[in-house]
């Protein structure tokens, strides 16, 4: 599978922001295995772009393509289906639910499109420090035990491209390596894409190619 992004530009951006960008107005191809590092300060546009890539927003110029298919072009079916199959997400905002435990906020996602075993999710937050939180509602947890929620909510499905939106902004460095080193051996399991957007370059992820944005 194939991620291919063609003169991409938010439409309340000015063209000039295309200029010194790596990203914006340029025309990229991300492919299955790749690890691919955006870098950008707050106000860039990194959340934006990763809205647009999960299909979240269409207010842009240029063409996002997932194996020649334009996203903006999906009916909400296929969108759907893509985001059940291919597409999975760590949003900045984390979008849990508040009222439910964590443990119902993972298996909702599990139960979608299950590409685990139910087991796996008490071994992941075993492995993230989160396990004796499995039956908390996840609005008692803190931000950084709700960020790691998300974290091991995107690794239930199947996904040929992970969506990183700023991940570990709540985690100290020792939390957030465990993390990575998760989804890295989620992503080399899957021959998948990891799209990491955050504010730096991180020592411990092993990008492969790097933007910046």
């Known amino acids: 599978m194939q991620l291919r992004i063609q003169n991409l530009l938010p439409s309340f951006f000015e063209q000039d922001s295309a200029r010194l960008s790596e990203i914006w107005g340029k025309e990229l191809l991300f492919e299955k295995g790749e690890l691919i590092k955006i870098v950008a300060p707050s106000g860039k546009g990194k959340s ?3 809205n647009f890539l999960y299909g979240m927003r269409n207010d842009y110029e240029g063409r996002i393509s997932y194996d020649d298919h334009e ?11 893509y985001r059940k199959d291919h597409i999975s997400i760590v949003f900045q905002d984390l979008r849990l639910f508040p009222e439910r435990s964590v443990l119902d906020n993972i298996e909702i996602k599990r139960q979608l499109n299950p590409f685990h075993k139910a087991d796996k999710i008490k071994e992941m937050a075993t492995r993230l420090g989160i396990d004796d939180k499995l039956s908390f509602m996840s609005s008692t947890c ?3 035990e709700q960020q790691r929620i998300a974290i091991i909510r995107s690794l239930m499905q199947p996904f040929d491209f992970l969506l990183l939106d700023e991940p570990f902004s709540h985690l100290d460095e020792s939390n957030a390596e465990k993390s990575m080193n998760l989804m890295l051996e989620e992503a080399r399991f899957r021959n998948a894409a990891i799209v990491f957007a955050d504010l730096e370059r991180i020592d411990f992820y092993p990008y492969t190619r790097l933007f910046h944005l």
Not at 71 to 81: C, D, G, H, N, V
């Open 71 to 81: 996203l903006r072009k999906f009916s909400l079916e296929q969108l759907a289906r």
């Open 48 to 50: 934006t772009l990763m």
């Open 142 to 144: 803190s931000y950084g």
